[in-house]
Structures are given as structure tokens and as C-alpha cells.
């Protein structure tokens, strides 16, 4: 394990999409908000502190919620960018050092096959997962500093309506499982793009989708069964994280009113039944095959 | 003394091409060994199972260990440049550096970063190796190499595609740089006449089969050059030269094992160059 920090960085300096991403989307994102906010002053004059004060949002707990929808929006821009760069940088990973022939480089240091592989595995999962986590976090901040201008400039009380108002260390928490969860629940595929990725001669994106797409069509001719299918495209659907989701209860007005309960996503959040969920070992089990594959096509292969 | 690579019966076939046949060899500690060969001669698969990339029949050993089965502690005190093996691209010098530092336990920081001092890669610490001329590469590579404490260095055409003074610099700084009586090297290369003064000993391979190994010293016992004209020269050829071909309208015959005091008499001797004997080996043993 001595050498994974050393790999790891590695991997950050060669991927530099790796952070360039989830920058570029936190800048995205905070501009956009911005931009609505001046827009919203710009052509409707009535909105003013309307969207933060009483008037319309009935009161603190729905106010929260308002924004933790809003958060919940964002991060959501975020977890679709970061499976985007996941399934690039998996598929690059083992494929460029042999493309560009340093994969000779590499393997005459004294790390071995599986080490290299397994930095790129833990790479995938947890530091692609944390880097957006970070930017989640510092667009939140920002877009709440850039709220703080607005409602002041207003004349608002900032402190109350807008800081106030959410829940900051549930949302990050919340992001943080949801993000770092999602990594793990999905980590079948990125098993499978590893192994493509240290397979394949040429085309890693095509070689790694042709057979998602080939196999259902297969089964549904053979079989007239769409197992395959599900399991592979609508396994993103199936995490087994969260309580039933009532987005009814969720905006109930009767609890809002009252302000009974503060809005929390982590209370959503079933950690212990995730771990607990069958099917989330039999897709780490299966991630970790693929991977043991990667590591024997990297050891044995002849590249002459 | 004891052998630090030591070959018995080692084959290697691809499908039904049988790249090395059946070969045997010893390389002893402290010795510069140049490995030469024709293209295709199965050279670069010989240094591949030497460097445990690719597996072997028969028996092979290098520092004692199976280089394909134990190939993380061979990396420990083994390195090698190859025209392949190519630095990545993307990375900056002192990344580098740091990986280097961070993954080998015989690197020496301080050393690489002072033989780069003297290297025009000094002053392009943050670049990267793509924005580097190919002599730098190469620079930075022997640089690394160098302060890596490794008892086996394996060159692989190394100098492939540099002018002839990097090349000349190169041969140069492996010398003073590198190599001392603890330390080993392998080399294959096909400019043969660049190395062939910092070799000690010698090997021909052909067709996957060593046809010469033997040191420089006694390369120079048995074999020698003859240059003579008329009717010598028709003497000198029932005395059986491995080769002959014409220089400025004299003979030049190659003899091995030869009666020097009978020669003698014939014309002038000379120490064949290995160039001249590489080609005689090959095509005697390929007629």
C-alpha cells in the first residue's frame, strides 16, 4: 500500500479533468445563478425579497426546503458530470500508457501490476467522488455568498433568510454518501471500463459500450427477457440508499406551516441499508473481478 | 565469480515463429555486454525475458531471481532504456522526479538532480517531456537511470534517433555516470562501432541463436583481418577465411582461430572491427 499515495497523484497530474471538471462546473453553476439573479431584478420588480421573505414561502422550514432544493439541483449537475468523467478517465486509464508506449516506463519501476490498477480503481471511486464533493461544497458556499449580496441589496435580513434558512452540514453530508455511495453502487461498470480499457486494441468508448448494447439485443431476440438490460441501465435507478421518498411529505405545507421538522436529506439517507443490501456486494464482487482481469491483461500480456 | 544472468536452454515461440532457440549464456558482474543482432534476430524478445516481460522456456536467471515471477524485486536493482520504454509525455520533469523518488527505494533524489544540473533539462524543471527535444528525453532519462543504485542497467537501443553528439554524450555519461565494478550492463544497439570501444565482452545473435560470445580481449586472439593483393591472396584463401571482400582493389579476408606466423607472411594484420565480424558471423551463418 506504500506506494498508492505516490500512484495516485500520479493519476491527478496525468487526468487533469480529474479537478478541471468539477471546476468548471462549479463556475458554470454559480454563474448561471448570478445571472438569474440579476435577470430576476432586472424585469420583475415585484420578486424583489419575495422569494426569501414570507409573502410566497410560507415560512423557515419551507424556505429550507426551497433551498435545499435548489442545492439538491446543482448536485445533481455535478453526480451527472462526475459519471461523464468517471467513464472517460476509466477508459483512458489503462489505454494511454500503451498508446503512447510509456506503459515500459511504468512497469520498469518496482511497483507491481495490481498496485498500478488498484490506483486507478481507488482513484475512480473515492477521489473523482471527493474532488466533486469539494466543488458541490464550495459552489453551495459561493451561490450562498452571491444570495447574501442579493437579499442585502434589498435590504433583507442576510443572516436569517438566507443563512439562516439551510441546513449546510446535512447538505454536504448528504452529498458526500450520495456522491461516494453512487461511486461504489456503479462500481461494476467501472470495473468493466477498466478491463476494457487495459484490453482493448483500439476504440476503448466503442469497446466498452458495443457489448451493452449487443447482449440485450441478443437476449431479446433468444430469450424475450430484458435482465440484462435492467440490470446494467437501470441499476442507476436502483441504488439502495434512500427511505421511501415522499416528495409529497417532502413539501407536506401542514408540517412546513408549523415548522415541526427541520429538512434534512441525510434523514432520507439509509447508510445501514446499503451496506447491508446484497446487491451492493455482488457489484463490488464484480467490480473486483474485472479488475483482477485488468491486472492479469497488464501482467501477461506480450505488448510485441 | 558468480553470473548475474544466467541462461540455460532458454527458448521463446510466438504461435509456430520460434524467436529464441535453445539458448545459453552467462553475463558475469562488472562486465559491459553488447548484444547484436540483425533485425528480427530475437534480440529485443531475449531482453524482454531478461526483464521478465515476457515468459521463457528452459532456465533463466537474473540476480537469482525469476525475472517473470518475481519481477517487482527485480525492478528493485535492475532498470532499463529502451526505444520503446519512452517517458511519458504528459508528466513534468519534477513530477518525475517525485514519482520516481516516491516508488524506488534505490533512487537517489540528489544524485539524478545533480547529474541533471549538468544537462540542458536544468533550467525546464516544469516542463513537461512532450515540450522537451528528444535529446533531453534521453538526458533525463539516463539521469534518472543513473542515480537509480542498480546492479543490472539493460539498453535497448537507446540512443534510436538521436544525432551523433547526443549519441557520442550518451555512451559518454553512461560510462562516468554510471557504470563502476558493482554495476552491469546489457546493451543492444545497431550502431555497433559507437559501442563497441566501451564493450567487455561481446554476443552475436541470429535467428534466434547466439552465434558469438565471447570477451572483447580474446576477440582480438581469434580473429583477425587480413589485407593482401594476387597471388597471396590465393593463398591466403585455401587457409580457409570465414570471409572476403574487396577494399580499393585489395582483399580483405576474416580469419578465425588463425595461424598468425603464417599470415604474417601473407600481408598485413588487423584487429577486425566487430562490425565487419558481425557481418562475416551472419552471413556464414546463414549460408
Given amino acids: 500500500m506504500g506506494h498508492q499515495l505516490a500512484l495516485i497523484r500520479r493519476e491527478i497530474w496525468e487526468h487533469r479533468a480529474i479537478y478541471v471538471t468539477p471546476i468548471a462546473i462549479a463556475v458554470i453553476v454559480s454563474l448561471i445563478s448570478l445571472a438569474g439573479m440579476v435577470t430576476v431584478s432586472a424585469f420583475d420588480k415585484e420578486v424583489h425579497l419575495a422569494l426569501f421573505s414570507a409573502s410566497n414561502i410560507a415560512g423557515d422550514a419551507e424556505r429550507q426546503a426551497a433551498l435545499t432544493v ?82 442585502m441589496a434589498k435590504g433583507g435580513n442576510a443572516a436569517h433568510l438566507v443563512w439562516g434558512s439551510v441546513t449546510l452540514f446535512d447538505n454536504w453530508a448528504a452529498a458526500l454518501v450520495v456522491t461516494l455511495a453512487s461511486a461504489i453502487w456503479m462500481s461494476p461498470l467501472i470495473g468493466w471500463f477498466l478491463f476494457v480499457s487495459a484490453f482493448t486494441k483500439r476504440a476503448p468508448l466503442l469497446m466498452a459500450f458495443m457489448p451493452l448494447i449487443i447482449i440485450p439485443i441478443i437476449e431479446w431476440i433468444f430469450f424475450r427477457t430484458k435482465l440484462f438490460a435492467s440490470a446494467v441501465f437501470g441499476r442507476g435507478e436502483m441504488i439502495p440508499l434512500f427511505r421511501e421518498m415522499d416528495f409529497e411529505r417532502f413539501f407536506d405545507e401542514d408540517r412546513m406551516m408549523v415548522n415541526e421538522e427541520v429538512v434534512s436529506l441525510l434523514s432520507h439517507i439509509d447508510v445501514g441499508g446499503f451496506l447491508l443490501s446484497p446487491s451492493v456486494w455482488v457489484g463490488v464482487i464484480v467490480c473486483g473481478l474485472f479488475a483482477t482481469a485488468a491486472i492479469y491483461v497488464r501482467r501477461y500480456r506480450d505488448e510485441s | 565469480m558468480t553470473s548475474l544472468v544466467s541462461a ?93 523518488e516516491s516508488t524506488h527505494p534505490n533512487f537517489s533524489r540528489e544524485k539524478a538532480e545533480g547529474l541533471l544540473a549538468k544537462t540542458k533539462v536544468a533550467s525546464r524543471r516544469n516542463s513537461r517531456v512532450r515540450e522537451l527535444s528528444k535529446g533531453m528525453v534521453t538526458q533525463l532519462h539516463l539521469s534518472i537511470i543513473a542515480a537509480i543504485d542498480a546492479r543490472l542497467l539493460v539498453l535497448d537501443e ?74 597471396k591472396a590465393d593463398e591466403a584463401r585455401r587457409a580457409g577465411p570465414i570471409s572476403e571482400r574487396d577494399v580499393f582493389g585489395k582483399k580483405v ?18 584487429t577486425p572491427s566487430v562490425a565487419d565480424l558481425f557481418v562475416a558471423k551472419v552471413k556464414g551463418a546463414s549460408a
Fill in chain 2, 8 to 100: 540455460r536452454g532458454v527458448s521463446k515461440h510466438y504461435g509456430k515463429v520460434c524467436a529464441v532457440d535453445n539458448v545459453s549464456f552467462d553475463i558475469e558482474n562488472g562486465r559491459i555486454m553488447g548484444l547484436i543482432g540483425p533485425n528480427g534476430a530475437g534480440k529485443t524478445t531475449l531482453l524482454k525475458a531478461v526483464l521478465g516481460l515476457t515468459d521463457c522456456d528452459g532456465d533463466l536467471s537474473v540476480l537469482g531471481l525469476n525475472p517473470f515471477r518475481q519481477r517487482k524485486e527485480l525492478m528493485q536493482n535492475i532498470c532499463f532504456i529502451a526505444d520503446v520504454a519512452v517517458l511519458p509525455r504528459w508528466i513534468r520533469v519534477s513530477q518525475l522526479l517525485d514519482f520516481v
Fill in chain 2, 253 to 270: 579476408m576474416l580469419f578465425e582461430k588463425p595461424d598468425r606466423a603464417r599470415l604474417e607472411q601473407l600481408g598485413e594484420l588487423h
Fill in chain 1, 70 to 151: 435548489f442545492f439538491l439541483g446543482t448536485s445533481w449537475v455535478f453526480l451527472f458530470a462526475l459519471a461523464i468523467l468517471t467513464t472517460f478517465y476509466c477508459l483512458d486509464s489503462l489505454y494511454a500508457e500503451r498508446k503512447d508506449k510509456s506503459i515500459l516506463f511504468w512497469r520498469s519501476l518496482p511497483v507491481t501490476d495490481a498496485e498500478t490498477v488498484v490506483s486507478k480503481l481507488l482513484t475512480a471511486v473515492f477521489v473523482l467522488p471527493l474532488f466533486t464533493v469539494a466543488a458541490i461544497i464550495v459552489t453551495h458556499l459561493v451561490n450562498l455568498v452571491i444570495t447574501t449580496g442579493w437579499v
Fill in chain 2, 158 to 231: 537507446p540512443t534510436l534517433g538521436l544525432d551523433i553528439i547526443f549519441r557520442k554524450e550518451f555512451y559518454a555519461n553512461l560510462l562516468s555516470d554510471y557504470f563502476d565494478e558493482e554495476r552491469t550492463i546489457l546493451v543492444t544497439t545497431h550502431q555497433v562501432e559507437e559501442i563497441e570501444n566501451i564493450l567487455t565482452d561481446i554476443m552475436f545473435i541470429n535467428e534466434g541463436r547466439i552465434i558469438l560470445d565471447t570477451s572483447m580481449d580474446s576477440l582480438g586472439e581469434d580473429y583477425v583481418e587480413l589485407l593482401t593483393a594476387g597471388e
